[in-house]
């Protein structure tokens, strides 16, 4: 949430209306506008109300379409940029002063690469890129996202597939593929190594299911593999999460089938402690994900903090293919 404005009246205004305002004034769409603010375009128009209020006047022609601005809208349109510009300038400034001796990036990773991925690929960058310091914000993939979109971290690091985009808009967003993973299902193994369940199961005993909560990412993508599936898969959900690392830990309890990325069960795997759940009959469940770093275009003369960017210029050096 941006900072408040205080009007005369002393209504509040929030400058994260002016970002929506200005994205609105560009695209003259309330619903593309509301994707790339990653809000339901109920809240946004919501957003835009608020601001009309606290300006006291139509901002937004709505007997028109596409959207066009009043001329209020219009005057509010360019004001809003440089002021957005200023305060975008300003923050700068005062986070170069407060990393001079100490030049930390910030990382918002979603949980599932946060505890995995992230400390073995550091590792790799210590002996390719060199030591660098680093703070590491943890969030569900939402807020991770929004992160970025806010201005409050340097890079954004995040699984990637087609079917499920960021909505990133690429005037403002640049990225770079890190790698690979792959998204399957595990099981615990019993005595003999193999097993405790086996995938597609069957429609009088369904297997016991460990899913993501409504509305995880990695959960939309596994509900694509099962939608997609050739085979009917019968499963039974006992359990959910939001976090991969909860799902792992209840499979190895042997409470049942969880899809985790491949990062999350190389040591138990190898180990012993995690089986693949897929057999002949069900490869298809298996799903290739980009892991990708981003971060917003430096604007104007503003520069990215020194090794943050010369880090960006090692990974686009070094981008994996996708």
């Known amino acids: ?50 601001l009309e209020a606290w300006a006291g006047t139509d901002l937004v022609d709505r007997s028109s379409y596409p959207t066009r601005l009043t001329i209020a809208g219009e005057t509010l349109y360019s004001q809003s940029l440089e002021m957005l510009q200023a305060l975008q300038s300003t923050r700068a400034m005062l986070r170069g002063h407060a990393t001079v001796g100490e030049d930390v990036i910030e990382f918002a990773v979603p949980h599932s690469l946060a505890f995995t991925f992230f400390p073995a690929w ?18 569900n993939v939402h807020d991770a996202v929004m992160r970025l979109v806010e201005g409050n971290c340097d890079l954004l690091i995040a699984f990637h597939h087609p079917s499920q985009p960021y909505q990133l808009d690429a005037d403002r967003y640049e990225m770079v593929s890190l790698g690979q993973e792959v998204l399957a299902p595990y099981v615990r193994p019993n005595a003999d190594g193999e097993p405790l ?18 509305g995880a990412y990695l959960g939309r993508l596994v509900d694509l593999l099962l939608k997609q599936s050739r085979t009917a898969i019968h499963l039974d959900r006992v359990y959910e999460t939001d976090m991969a690392e909860g799902l792992k830990a209840m499979a190895m309890e042997g409470h049942g089938i969880a899809f985790l990325p491949s990062s999350a069960v ?46 960006w210029t090692y ?4 981008a994996v293919p996708s």
Not at 315 to 318: M, R, T
């Open 1 to 50: 949430m941006g900072p408040p404005v205080r009007h005369a009246d002393n209504a509040v205004m929030e400058t994260k209306w002016l970002e929506d305002f200005v994205s609105l004034a560009e695209t003259r769409s309330f619903s593309r506008s509301a994707t790339l603010r990653h809000v339901t375009q109920p809240a946004f128009s919501r957003r835009i109300q608020a």
């Open 122 to 139: 550091v590792t790799r960058l210590r002996e390719d890129f060199g030591l660098i310091k680093s703070r590491l914000i943890a969030l």
């Open 197 to 214: 369940y086996r995938l597609p199961g069957r429609a009088g005993q369904l297997l016991p299911y460990l899913g993501y909560a409504p």
């Open 266 to 311: 190389k040591k138990e795997l190898r180990a012993k402690k995690l089986v693949s759940a897929m057999t002949a009959d069900t490869p298809e469940l298996a799903l290739k994900l980009d892991i990708r770093a981003y971060r917003e275009k430096p604007l104007g003369k503003e520069a990215a903090k020194g090794t943050a960017q010369a880090l």
């Open 315 to 318: 990974l686009a050096a070094n």
